[in-house]
């Protein structure tokens, strides 16, 4: 990622370095006073995923709830590999922000797949839901990907198991 960032996003150099959560130990002291602004290093994840995800982000998520869950094709079958992305409310970083989380559902077995894509408060509801229409754009390409990525098991007749639809994502 901090390749594409800086090489082919054009990214500047500090910025990636934050987008991997690092820290610059002469700005320690500093930064304990400065309440952390997220939109740089959002833009340049944006910039990241538009460049590797391409025209996927570009495309209208269509009737399915945009927030939870793409359990429609559109054709009227339900999948059985199932996504849903999400923040969890208790691993709040340091600095006051969530990595979106991405489940990967089959039958009762699930797997949680982490994401660089950070959200602040202002980007949540109440009830912890993300409300931001770029994030959820982001967050709908990113589902759309990998539901493209495990289409042909979905459409099988075979069983299918996690290992398998884990093994297709990380292609």
């Known amino acids: 990622m901090a390749t594409i960032a800086l090489n082919d996003a054009a990214v500047d150099k500090l910025t990636v370095h934050e ?4 820290q610059v130990p002469i700005y320690r002291i500093t930064d ?3 309440k952390k602004d997220f939109r740089n290093i959002n833009e340049a994840s ?3 995923i538009d460049l590797v995800l391409g025209p996927v982000l570009r495309k209208k998520a269509g009737d399915v709830d945009s927030l939870l869950t793409d359990s429609l094709d559109g054709t009227g079958h339900e999948d059985r590999i199932k996504f849903k992305y999400y923040i ?3 691993d709040i970083h340091a600095d006051r922000t969530w990595n979106v989380i991405i489940r990967v559902m089959l039958g009762r077995e699930y797997k949680e797949i982490g994401t660089s894509v950070r959200v602040s408060q202002r980007d949540l509801n109440s009830d912890y839901n993300i409300i931001s229409p770029t994030v959820i754009e982001r967050c709908n390409g ?3 990907s990998c539901r493209r990525k495990v289409s042909d098991l979905n459409e099988s007749t075979m069983p299918i198991h ?3 639809v884990v093994s297709r994502l990380a292609r």
């Open 46 to 48: 944006f910039k990241v």
């Open 162 to 164: 996690m290992a398998d």
């Open 32 to 34: 304990m006073y400065i």
């Open 19 to 22: 987008m991997l959560n690092h």
């Open 142 to 144: 990113l589902v759309e």
């Open 88 to 90: 969890i409310p208790q």
